[in-house]
């Protein structure tokens, strides 16, 4: 679930010799599955730690996950590195905005995933976004656009360049395109 580098274990061992014996780190995430989730370690005495956590052993300590945070922590890494502007501790965690679905889940959750996780990130660099709105029964996936997106004079290329070729990769055999849905106003919104 977490991989927690070398380095990082070390860091952690040597702050937990100096607290009270059985003190692990906790690893969470706050607001998880929202586009205002943070992740977090944090020391976790023994009195704070409850029935359901999921108990990681490292060499030298022990990490603590509590079960709602489970899901949204898969491939997450932690890292402590040390460079000439001194030492940090960094936490990545890919699925904390948006728990990832399991391979054999339906199309739509896959697809869904898909576009909150590898397309919106894209977009939102030009302040659009796009929304899954349904997935056909002949495969086709239905999409409307918003934001920088809506009136966009690229659109056709990010439909059909970028999401309908990524999707038809990815969901090999089960998407055979891409529909936009948006009725499309050019305007101060628009990214040009």
Same mark, same amino acid.
């Given at each position: 679930?977490?991989?927690?580098?070398?380095?990082?274990? #070390?860091?952690?061992?040597?702050?937990?010799?100096? /607290? @009270?014996?059985?003190?692990? *780190? %906790?690893?969470?995430?706050?607001?998880?599955?929202?586009?205002?989730?943070? +992740?977090?370690?944090?020391? +976790?005495?023994? #009195?704070?730690?409850?029935?359901d956590? *999921?108990?990681?052993?490292?060499?030298?300590?022990?990490?603590?996950? =509590?079960?709602?945070?489970?899901?949204?922590? !898969?491939?997450a890494?932690? $890292?402590?590195?040390?460079?000439q502007?001194?030492?940090?501790?960094?936490?990545?965690?890919?699925?904390?905005k948006? %728990?990832?679905? $399991?391979? =054999? @889940?339906?199309?739509?959750? %896959?697809?869904?995933?898909? *576009? /909150?996780?590898? !397309?919106?990130?894209?977009?939102?660099?030009?302040?659009?976004? +796009?929304?899954?709105?349904?997935?056909?029964?002949?495969?086709?996936? *239905?999409?409307?656009?918003?934001?920088? +997106?809506?009136?966009?004079? /690229?659109? $056709?290329?990010?439909?059909?360049?970028g999401?309908?070729? /990524?999707?038809?990769?990815?969901?090999?055999g089960?998407?055979?395109?891409?529909r $936009?849905?948006?009725?499309? #106003? %050019?305007?101060?919104?628009?990214?040009?």
């Amino acid at each position: 679930m977490i991989n927690i580098s070398d380095t990082a274990q #070390e860091h952690f061992a040597k702050l937990l010799s100096q /607290q @009270a014996e059985g003190t692990c *780190i %906790r690893v969470f995430v706050v607001n998880p599955g929202t586009a205002q989730a943070e +992740c977090g370690v944090s020391y +976790c005495p023994v #009195e704070a730690v409850e029935p359901d956590d *999921i108990r990681i052993e490292y060499k030298g300590f022990a990490a603590l996950v =509590d079960k709602d945070s489970e899901k949204f922590l !898969v491939d997450a890494e932690v $890292d402590f590195v040390t460079d000439q502007m001194g030492s940090q501790l960094t936490l990545k965690a890919p699925n904390a905005k948006l %728990r990832k679905v $399991d391979n =054999d @889940a339906p199309l739509f959750e %896959r697809v869904n995933y898909f *576009i /909150q996780s590898e !397309v919106n990130p894209q977009l939102a660099g030009h302040g659009g976004d +796009c929304q899954l709105m349904e997935v056909t029964e002949d495969g086709y996936a *239905i999409l409307q656009f918003g934001g920088g +997106c809506n009136g966009c004079s /690229q659109i $056709d290329l990010t439909v059909k360049d970028g999401v309908e070729k /990524q999707l038809i990769e990815v969901m090999a055999g089960e998407i055979k395109g891409v529909r $936009d849905v948006t009725e499309h #106003e %050019r305007g101060e919104h628009s990214y040009y």
